[in-house]
């Protein structure tokens, strides 16, 4: 099958090339999807990720851990779905993407596409999607009634943010560059501070709860927003919080793949509380492309490859 891999670990995006590679399969617990559309993350290349889940160095990557497609096999042991089903989801970052034809995902690591997305639309959702449910519900514990800001409120993670706060009853604060406030608002933000005008000063003390995606100095600067017993929730690994207050929760986290969690994202979809950013889309082959075009910055939405 064709695939985008990498053989260098310091190349990053220069070192992809499209190849020939060995037919994907279906192992213990697995289904093998025949990709329709992969997502990519500017900087994935840039992870650590060049350790396979058992410990050993991978001699090759191939990247882009977020599918949609439709199951051409399924492993043994697999439960929940059969040859032909739509299918979407977030590959464990640890084996091969889904930049190629084919792609083996675990089971459980998918959902039933939503009904109402095209494959291209679908797959810009797992990364993002599971991001920021896990931002504001698990780790921030989210409710009804409870304020929130959320800095890169016109991103990928962002974007998905604010719609999920506003449809679970919170008054949302988005922050961000001014273009993004008309999108942000669009989303569900009840109001947009444009850090490039504004200071965050003007909701000092009102927030329970902040979910950043962007980090450094918006990021250290997030304590003045946030009542006593708030927390600060970020998903920048090399995050520097805030030290000037001992009263508030803070958070680092890296999404998990999740099938419940995909399911209800699927579901919200489908009955029009949430709509995905799609940005450029590319054939697979032009993948070095894609790349290099978002992580050049300015193009909002999720990179899509399709082979």
């Not at 099958?1 to 220069?14: E, L, N």
């Not at 675990?106 to 109402?116: C, D, F, G, M």
């Not at 946030?226 to 920048?236: F, H, M, N, S, W």
Request: net charge negative.
């Amino acid at each position: 099958m064709k695939a985008i891999r990498t053989h260098d670990s310091t190349a990053g995006i220069a070192g992809l090339v499209y190849e020939d590679v060995p037919d994907a399969k279906a192992g213990l617990c697995e289904v093998l999807i025949k990709v329709v559309a992969c997502g990519i993350t500017h900087n994935e290349l840039d992870w650590p990720i060049w350790t396979c889940r058992a410990g050993h160095r991978r001699e090759a990557i191939i990247p882009g851990n977020e599918v949609s497609g439709v199951v051409a096999a399924v492993g043994f042991g697999t439960a929940g779905f059969a040859v032909g089903d739509e299918v979407f989801g977030l590959n464990d970052q640890l084996r091969d993407g889904a930049a190629a034809e084919y792609v083996a995902v675990e089971a459980r690591n998918l959902a039933r596409k939503p009904r109402s997305l095209d494959h291209i639309h679908a797959a810009a959702v797992p990364r993002a999607g599971l991001t920021a449910w896990q931002a504001l519900f698990e780790h921030g514990k989210l409710e009804q009634g409870q304020t929130v800001v959320i800095h890169g409120a016109g991103g990928a993670v962002g974007s998905v943010a604010v719609q999920l706060a506003h449809w679970a009853g919170a008054h949302v604060i988005g922050t961000g560059r001014a273009h993004s406030r008309a999108l942000a608002t669009e989303l569900g933000a009840d109001r947009y501070i444009a850090l490039d005008t504004d200071k965050l000063d003007e909701v000092a003390g009102q927030a329970d709860l902040v979910v950043d995606t962007v980090g450094g100095e918006v990021l250290t600067g997030s304590s003045v927003v946030l009542r006593p017993g708030g927390t600060l929730v970020t998903i920048k690994a090399d995050a520097a919080f805030p030290t000037d207050r001992d009263d508030i929760t803070k958070i680092v986290f890296v999404q998990l793949p999740n099938r419940d969690q995909l399911a209800e994202l699927a579901r919200l979809i489908d009955e029009g509380q949430l709509r995905p950013q799609v940005g450029a889309v590319y054939p697979l082959a032009e993948a070095v492309s894609a790349f290099t075009a978002k992580s050049a910055g300015g193009l909002a939405g999720r990179m899509i490859l399709q082979p």
